[in-house]
């Protein structure tokens, strides 16, 4: 599920294990699910995708597109995460 996703992502992340081809499955896998994710696994997925240098540069603009609508579910915290993941990754 959605949850899981972002969870795998974010534990490779916070111990700084890049794993490309890890990443770049989990991005396709995720792809056609970033609907279902919550505001806080969109956070997440993308802050841990540009903790570990990888810009998966379709994950992020369909990030953009789903976060967009509905920027009003994100705390505070979240929208930080975004705004730095997106500086980040450029």
């Known amino acids: 599920n959605s949850q899981e996703i972002a969870n ?3 534990a490779y992340a916070t111990v700084d294990h890049s794993s490309p081809e890890l990443f770049d ?3 396709e896998i995720a792809l056609p699910r970033l609907h279902e ?3 806080q696994a969109l956070a ?7 903790t570990v240098g990888n810009s998966s540069p379709q994950l992020f603009d369909r990030v953009a597109d789903v976060a967009l609508p509905r920027l009003d ?6 929208l930080a995460n ?7 990754v450029g």
């Open 82 to 88: 975004i705004v730095w993941a997106y500086a980040t």
């Open 25 to 27: 499955k989990i991005a």
């Open 37 to 39: 994710f919550s505001s």
């Open 8 to 10: 795998t992502v974010w």
């Open 44 to 50: 997440s997925t993308v802050w841990s995708y540009a």
């Open 73 to 78: 579910e994100f705390s505070p915290q979240a």
